[in-house]
């Protein structure tokens, strides 16, 4: 299980994943990367023309177009990739997987089940026959709850009657004491 971390600075199209797997998103023009090797003077090209998980060797240098990569750490961990559609890392000597397969598996694979899920309740609901008494609770439960506002709505209304009727006598007892006491 790895752990994804997204930078605050968000302005290369490129996320780390884990140590040698990288997520390029948003790619808008075909991206030319070059990976340099720190023991020799070997070279090896990637190109990615579409948004894919890409794996990049460790304790290597990459840089494209536009960004250099950081230089990722080797780790003894393995890190497994999979994909039930046919990829194109057997025609590369790195991890290729285009993003575009992975999101429509996983839209279908969504909405297989969201199908299931409202027929298995279909069925639960229609296989329930309401009683009776079932009836009888639901409308006396429907009465409470009304009569529980109206309720409500007296006691506020009485509230606020009240509320006038000492406002009225506040005003009252003021204009005494002014009358009383000049100012």
């Not at 140590?19 to 990367?33: D, G, P, T």
């Not at 250099?68 to 559609?85: D, E, G, I, Y």
């Amino acid at each position: 299980m790895c752990q994804v971390t997204r930078s605050t600075d968000i302005e290369q199209d490129f996320m780390q994943i884990d140590n040698e797997l990288w997520l390029f998103f948003s790619i808008h023009r075909a991206e030319q990367c070059h990976i340099y090797s720190n023991s020799n003077d070997h070279t090896e090209s990637i190109s990615i023309n579409e948004p894919a998980l890409v794996n990049t060797p460790c304790n290597k240098s990459v840089q494209c177009i536009d960004t250099q990569m950081p230089v990722t750490s080797c780790t003894p961990h393995r890190t497994l990739v999979t994909a039930s559609q046919i990829s194109y890392s057997k025609t590369q000597p790195r991890i290729f997987l285009p993003i575009k397969n992975m999101t429509k598996m996983i839209v279908s694979s969504y909405e297989s089940q969201f199908g299931k899920t409202i027929n298995e309740l279909i069925d639960i609901l229609s296989s329930k026959k309401t009683s009776i008494k079932q009836i009888l609770q639901m409308g006396l439960t429907y009465t409470l709850t009304a009569i529980s506002l109206l309720l409500i709505v007296l006691f506020l209304y009485l509230f606020k009657l009240v509320k006038l009727k000492f406002q009225q006598d506040i005003k009252y007892l003021k204009s005494s004491v002014h009358k009383i006491l000049p100012l």
